[in-house]
C-alpha cells in the first residue's frame, strides 16, 4: 500500500500546535509568532504536505470553479464555445465545469445543485432561450448569457452579431442577382433565429426585394429540417433561386435535397449557411458561409464572468461579435 498522504493535523502534530494554527501560517496570517512559523513551515516541509487549493478556496467563500449549461455538450457550435470559455477560466486560474440540460426541468436541478450548494462562483448559460430556462437563472450572481441577449435584465452577455451577418449573407446572395431568396430559419423562440431573420429582411429592404413570407421555413438546426425545408418548398412550386439557412448544417441538408431533386449548385440555386463547420469545406459543394469564431465567443464570455466576480459594482457589458464572409462554390459560379 502507497504512504498516505500528509494532513494538516499531521503537521500539528510535528509542530506540536493546533491544527487552527497551521492554517493561520497556510493562509498568512500575521497572528502567529515567528517561532511558531519557523516550526510549521519547517514541518510542512519535512512531511511534503501540500494544502487543499479547493479547501482553502471554499474556506474563503470561493471555489475557484466555474460553470457553464448548455442545451447540449456534442453540438459543435457549443462544445467550441465552451473549449474557448474553459481556456480563458483556466488561464485565469478558474475551473470550468460544463454540464447540460435538455430542458427546463434539468436547468433547474442544476442550478439548485451548482449555485444553492455554492459549488460555483459563477455561471455562463448557453441559449437560455431555448425553453424556460431564462426564468429560473438566479438572482444576484454572477451571471452570463451566451448566443443570446439579457432582455433587459441585468444580466451580462456576448454573442453573434446574428443581425449583420444575415444581412452580409444576404447582401451576398443579391450581389449575385438573385432575387427569390428563401430564408430557413432556427427555432424562432431564440434570439439569434431573431435577429438573423431581421438582417435578411433588411438587406431584401435595402435592396428594394419584396419580402416573400412563403420563401420562409422554420428548422430546427438540424440537417433534415434543411432537407424538409426545400422539399417543401419543391411539393408547394414554390422553388427559390437561392437559400439563406441560418446554420451549417440547415445547409447541407439543402444540398442534400437538391441533388435528390435534381437541381444543380449554384447554377440553378445558390446556398449560404452560418458557423463555418469544420465540414463546410468539404461539402458537395463546398459551401459559403459566415465564419463565427465559437471559441473567441467562449472566451469573451468567460472573461466578462471572472470581471463580474472580481467586481460586482462593474457596468454590465453586451459584446456582439462580427461573423467573415467565406465565399464558396455553393453561391460561385465558375
Not at 502567529?32 to 479547493?54: C, F, K, N, Q
Not at 413570407?213 to 414554390?238: P, Q
Request: with cysteine; glycine share 6%; net charge negative.
Amino acid at each position: 500500500m502507497p504512504p498516505s498522504r500528509p494532513t494538516i493535523r499531521d503537521v500539528a502534530h510535528l509542530a506540536g500546535v493546533s491544527h487552527q494554527t497551521v492554517s493561520r501560517v497556510i493562509n498568512g496570517s500575521t497572528d502567529v509568532t515567528a517561532e511558531t512559523r519557523d516550526r510549521v513551515e519547517a514541518a510542512i516541509l519535512e512531511l511534503g504536505y501540500h494544502p487543499s487549493a479547493i479547501a482553502r478556496s471554499m474556506a474563503r467563500g470561493q471555489t475557484h470553479t466555474l460553470a457553464c449549461i448548455s442545451p447540449n455538450l456534442t453540438d459543435y457550435t457549443l462544445a467550441s464555445i465552451i473549449e474557448g470559455a474553459e481556456l480563458e477560466a483556466r488561464n485565469q486560474g478558474y475551473f470550468l465545469l460544463s454540464t447540460s440540460a435538455q430542458n427546463a426541468v434539468d436547468f433547474n436541478e442544476l442550478i439548485k445543485e451548482l449555485v444553492g450548494h455554492g459549488r460555483v462562483d459563477g455561471l455562463l448559460v448557453i441559449n437560455p432561450y431555448a425553453d424556460e430556462r431564462y426564468q429560473l437563472i438566479p438572482e444576484n450572481f454572477p451571471l452570463v448569457f451566451v448566443g443570446a441577449h439579457s432582455r433587459g435584465a441585468p444580466i451580462a452577455s456576448v454573442c453573434l452579431d446574428d443581425e449583420d451577418a444575415a444581412r452580409a449573407a444576404t447582401e451576398h446572395l443579391l450581389a449575385r442577382g438573385h432575387r427569390r431568396i428563401a430564408l430557413i430559419t432556427g427555432p424562432m423562440a431564440e434570439d439569434c433565429c431573431v435577429d438573423r431573420r431581421a438582417g435578411f429582411i433588411q438587406a431584401l429592404e435595402n435592396a428594394e426585394v419584396p419580402f416573400d413570407k412563403s420563401l420562409v421555413y422554420e428548422g430546427d438546426w438540424s440537417a433534415s429540417s434543411g432537407r424538409e425545408a426545400l422539399l417543401t418548398l419543391a411539393r408547394r412550386g414554390n422553388l427559390p433561386e437561392a437559400v439563406f439557412a441560418q446554420n451549417d448544417r440547415m445547409a447541407l441538408g439543402v444540398l442534400h435535397a437538391a441533388r435528390d431533386l435534381g437541381i444543380r449548385v449554384p447554377e440553378q440555386l445558390a446556398v449560404i449557411g452560418v458557423d463555418d463547420m469544420p465540414l463546410a469545406s468539404h461539402f458537395d459543394p463546398p459551401l459559403t458561409t459566415m465564419r463565427q469564431d465559437m471559441p473567441r465567443i467562449g472566451r469573451e464570455a468567460a472573461r466578462l464572468l471572472l470581471e463580474n466576480i472580481q467586481n460586482p459594482q462593474a457596468a454590465l457589458l453586451h459584446i456582439k461579435l462580427r461573423a467573415e464572409l467565406i465565399v464558396r462554390q455553393s453561391t460561385r459560379k465558375e
